[in-house]
């Protein structure tokens, strides 16, 4: 694929030629608030006067007129929510199987549907992608054309990974630490990822980390899926498979890789299971074929339960 032919996918969606239509349809960005509460921006001044709040009063101008005089400051709950979209930029991610049909390619189509989505309803979308390290980070910001810039960001990142592959491996605990360093505001947290570092090692996983970003932030978690990776043409002979973050190579019988297609679909529901009630983040396997129909499930379901 060249990025003109990407472009023309995410044109597609701005356009409303299938997918935004969808997206809008779930309602998913159009808020009052994000977040219950009395939010940030400062209307006014006044006095405060018995019945109302007193979360509301302002101590540090009340100090001199005390106790005769209260002031309280009016907020105004902030209308736009910060979208930032977290890509899993490892090997394991942007490998891919077939031109057509690729965790890579899906994730493409994820962050046009869910930041063109959002850019359409003038939320401020961001980017953070990682490994095993940072691999870059975008501020939230407004417009379409932010969103085209962090494809075309990810798109030259998958090139270069064909020419000069690094094989690097993914570490979630990198972008959790990222982001509860630098997110003093709410967000909405949309993580991509197929979550192989975390379904190989769940014991690594710091579910204290996880619920605190997830009581600060509105986050979920889209688990990238091929089906591809596992089908194998003929159940005779031997095939050699390879670990993509590990890079270690193991040859195995042309019939076992069901079952270990199987065994991996397993722990992966064990640690969907971990997530949402160790940490109350939601979670869903997305695939080539089936996203455009799974997501916006995925969302009204989560809709539905608010």
């Not at 006067?49 to 009340?62: E, N």
């Not at 990198?174 to 975390?198: E, G, P, Q």
């Not at 600060?216 to 031997?238: A, N, T």
Request: glycine residues 6%; charged residues 30%.
């Amino acid at each position: 694929m060249e990025v003109e032919e990407l472009f023309a996918r995410f044109r597609d969606i701005k356009h409303g030629l299938r997918v935004r239509k969808r997206s809008t349809s779930i309602h998913y960005g159009e808020h009052k608030s994000g977040f219950k509460g009395a939010g940030y921006d400062i209307v006014g001044i006044d006095q405060w006067r018995p019945g109302q709040p007193l979360k509301d009063v302002s101590w540090a101008l009340s100090m001199r007129t005390y106790p005769d005089k209260l002031y309280r400051i009016e907020r105004m709950e902030p209308k736009e929510m910060r979208t930032l979209i977290v890509c899993d930029l490892s090997y394991s991610t942007l490998f891919q199987v077939s031109q057509e049909s690729n965790k890579a390619l899906l994730m493409l189509d994820l962050l046009g549907n869910i930041g063109l989505t959002r850019a359409n309803l003038r939320d401020p979308v961001g980017l953070l992608g990682y490994s095993d390290r940072i691999e870059m980070y975008m501020r939230p910001k407004l417009g379409s054309s932010q969103v085209f810039y962090m494809a075309h960001q990810i798109f030259d990142k998958m090139k270069l990974e064909r020419e000069f592959p690094a094989r690097r491996s993914a570490h979630l605990k990198v972008a959790l630490d990222f982001m509860l360093a630098r997110l003093k505001m709410r967000h909405s947290v949309v993580i991509l990822t197929d979550l192989v570092d975390l379904v190989n090692d769940q014991e690594a996983i710091n579910f204290k980390v996880l619920r605190t970003l997830a009581s600060k932030h509105d986050m979920i978690v889209l688990i990238l899926d091929d089906p591809e990776e596992f089908r194998v043409k003929s159940r005779l002979g031997y095939i050699r498979i390879s670990d993509m973050e590990t890079g270690k190579q193991t040859v195995i019988s042309a019939r076992k890789a069901g079952a270990i297609r199987r065994r991996i679909e397993e722990s992966r529901e064990t640690l969907q299971y971990k997530l949402k009630h160790r940490a109350g983040i939601d979670s869903v396997v997305l695939t080539p074929e089936n996203h455009i129909e799974a997501l916006p499930k995925f969302l009204i379901s989560r809709t539905a339960r608010q």
